[in-house]
């Protein structure tokens, strides 16, 4: 029987550990198993998997880098935090819109020369005037 070529890492990991003659009485749905039962994840694609191993005098060691999207369910305290983060996000989002806004209203009304208070200015269409025009 001829042997085959494996497809991928673990495919090629299994093949390297398996003598020859055990190797080639594999069907691809065994090796399918095998894949499922090792834990060979479909599921585990990340835009970034970096695997590797790494020789220091007498001992290797292994390092996994992964990035990508969350998919899990999160837990009632990560959801919670998660939660908290949003809001303050959102709550300074939206300061800080309505702070710039009232800035671009009270612009437009100092250079159409409203004046609702006489007498009185906070200064900022000044400093815009002699700074930014």
Do not use: C
């Amino acid at each position: 029987m001829e042997t085959k070529a494996p497809k991928d890492w673990f495919e090629e990991g299994l093949f390297k550990r398996v003598p020859e003659e055990i190797k080639d009485s594999f069907s691809q749905a065994q090796i399918d198993a095998l894949k499922v039962a090792f834990g060979a994840r479909k599921w585990g694609k990340h835009p970034v998997d970096i695997r590797g191993t790494l020789k220091l005098w007498t001992w290797r060691y292994y390092f996994v880098v992964l990035i990508g999207r969350n998919r899990r369910e999160l837990s009632r305290a990560e959801q919670k935090t998660a939660a908290l983060v949003q809001a303050f996000f959102l709550i300074l989002f939206l300061s800080f819109s309505t702070l710039l806004g009232l800035l671009v209203l009270y612009l437009i009304k100092s250079a159409a020369g409203i004046d609702l208070f006489p007498g009185f200015s906070l200064g900022i269409w000044g400093w815009f005037k002699t700074n930014m025009l």
